[in-house]
């Protein structure tokens, strides 16, 4: 069976929870979400078990990430080819270069990965600046971009059944 593989954001592990399980439900799959550091977050803190992680998935499993984990996920799905089959969702994904929080050690700079992407954010976000998804699609520009009119950082009450996800209602 497909499995949901869900990397919450920076201290997000409970909160990103109710929106890892609207995804799967809405997909039809099991979620996996491991819990990263709160206390090191280094890029390379969450990057080591989210490797193994990815290791351990079939090519047709689902990836989505939300916020700093989305940011993680994208640095190391650059970092070889991977062989998924599906694209990675990346929600509410912070820029960390000079044109947004400027946190070099968490920063993308390419290239882009071989995974397919499709980026998500909200124009109500209140912790990442809607402006974020213009800079990360200027630097991803193979990836899907979707613009959410409300939800915030948790994208509330956004309807996952109607989503566009063609990777996770094609079964």
């Known amino acids: 069976m497909t499995t949901l593989l869900f990397v919450h954001g920076a201290g997000g592990f409970t909160e990103d929870r ?9 997909s039809g799959v099991d ?9 090191d977050m280094s890029f390379e803190a969450w990057a080591r078990p989210l490797r193994v992680r990815l290791e351990s998935l079939d090519p047709s499993d689902i990836l989505v990430a ?46 882009e990965p071989t995974t397919s992407l499709a980026l998500h954010h909200c124009r109500d976000d209140e912790v990442v600046p809607f402006e974020h998804l213009a ?3 200027a630097l991803l520009p193979s990836a899907r971009i979707v613009q959410h009119p409300s939800g915030g950082h948790q994208f509330h009450g956004a309807n996952w059944h109607t989503m566009r996800f063609e990777h996770m209602f094609d079964n």
């Open 18 to 26: 109710s929106l890892a399980d609207a995804i799967a439900g809405a």
């Open 66 to 111: 939300h916020s700093f984990g989305a940011s993680v996920l994208l640095r190391v799905l650059a970092e070889r080819q991977w062989g998924f089959h599906e694209p990675a969702t990346l929600l509410a994904m912070p820029d960390w270069g000079a044109g947004g929080w400027d946190v070099p050690e968490y920063a993308f700079d390419g290239p």
């Open 135 to 137: 800079s990360n699609a």
């Open 31 to 39: 979620v996996d979400m491991p819990e990263f550091s709160d206390e």
